[in-house]
């Protein structure tokens, strides 16, 4: 604090004032609110006007009162991202995370607001929380982004809706009438994939994925993609065998089924990564090939594209990125008493064929 006091006291000697917005203006040649207009991440402001304010500020250490801010506003300049977490705090680390968390903070921080992290961990067996959760207990935020791997408790749902602050939940299933939601166009995903193995003259099809039909925490991710694969082997004429799998069972034993009969399929679609990798192994321990003998395709995260192995597969790239950053914008909108709700509509991803 010391040291801090002591800067300031050097900074207002080289001003010649006090360190303050308006002292900012004077030397930039604008008007004080052009410079609170910058602070509170305006796009409205020229460039070269802005670089000057930023120059200014840099130079002599000015740095906005975010607290005072706050109460003349009544906002915060910050939103929450609450994620529904399926491990024990301390053993989640999945990399899936990042995309969504690096869109939201990207798109709030470009419009002068920041991003608070409020995970929470559930167990999927039991539906019940690991460990008592502390979301919200000393938050303060305009708005709440809520991400959802699966299952979301009640309580959830029911203590945001105390806090009477706007919400958008990312990529979930069953939400309430009147809670905005943003997800993926999950059938049409199945489609494609299935549409370009037909186009490859393929007439034998496996999918491989969740026991969907006994899993109460189903996402609703794993029967929109098997009905979209579905629909396009039906009018196509195509074969279509189905091998389910429940998520957290040992996907390798469950396996072998794909590989029984008198003939195998010419190609398997998989839910995700870790069918893919089952499938890949059990192939690999019968001796056939991919893709010379069984072609693999699968639904793929940002995350997976960056792996070695990546371009091994045909795979529909999830628009993760986008998705979250759409959130933000959703958030955003609301809060400045715009809302959008064309931000609201379903994202398709794209088509990656293997090379």
Not at 190 to 217: N, Q, S, T
Not at 237 to 245: D, F, S, W
Not at 251 to 279: M, R, V, W
Request: proline share 5%; aromatic share 10%.
């Amino acid at each position: 604090i010391r040291i801090h006091e002591q800067m300031l006291k050097i900074v207002n000697r080289r001003i010649g004032m006090a360190v303050t917005q308006k002292a900012i203006a004077n030397k930039v040649g604008v008007s004080q609110k052009t410079v609170s207009l910058y602070f509170k991440g305006s796009r409205h402001i020229a460039p070269d006007t802005a670089a000057k304010i930023k120059k200014i500020a840099e130079q002599y250490g000015y740095f906005p009162n975010l607290a005072a801010m706050s109460m003349k506003t009544k906002r915060f300049k910050r939103i929450a991202m609450v994620v529904v977490q399926h491990y024990k705090a301390q053993e989640s680390c999945h990399p899936q995370l990042l995309a969504y968390m690096n869109a939201a903070a990207i798109e709030l921080a470009e419009n002068g607001y920041s991003l608070v992290l409020e995970p929470f961990s559930i167990d999927l067996k039991t539906l019940q929380f690991v460990d008592e959760p502390n979301f919200f207990k000393t938050l303060s935020v305009d708005g709440i982004l809520g991400l959802a791997g699966s299952y979301v408790p009640p309580i959830v749902d029911e203590t945001i809706a105390t806090m009477g602050q706007p919400i958008v939940w990312l990529n979930r299933n069953r939400v309430a009438p009147g809670i905005p939601n943003i997800s993926f166009d999950e059938e049409e995903h199945g489609r494609i994939l299935a549409r370009h193995l037909r186009d490859k003259g393929y007439k034998h099809i496996a999918w491989f994925g969740p026991e969907f039909v006994k899993d109460v925490a189903k996402h609703y991710s794993s029967p929109s993609r098997y009905r979209g694969v579905r629909e396009i082997c039906q009018e196509s004429g195509i074969k279509l065998t189905e091998v389910y799998a429940r998520v957290g069972d040992n996907l390798i034993e469950a396996s072998p089924p794909l590989f029984e009969g008198e003939k195998h399929p010419q190609a398997i679609i998989c839910y995700n990564f870790d069918y893919t990798d089952a499938a890949v192994h059990m192939m690999s321990h019968r001796g056939i090939r991919h893709p010379e003998d069984i072609e693999i395709v699968k639904f793929a995260s940002p995350w997976e594209s960056v792996m070695a192995s990546a371009d091994l597969y045909t795979r529909i790239n999830l628009p993760e990125f986008d998705l979250s950053r759409r959130g933000a914008e959703y958030i955003l909108s609301v809060v400045s008493g715009k809302k959008d709700d064309s931000l609201l509509l379903p994202l398709t991803g794209s088509l990656k064929v293997r090379e």
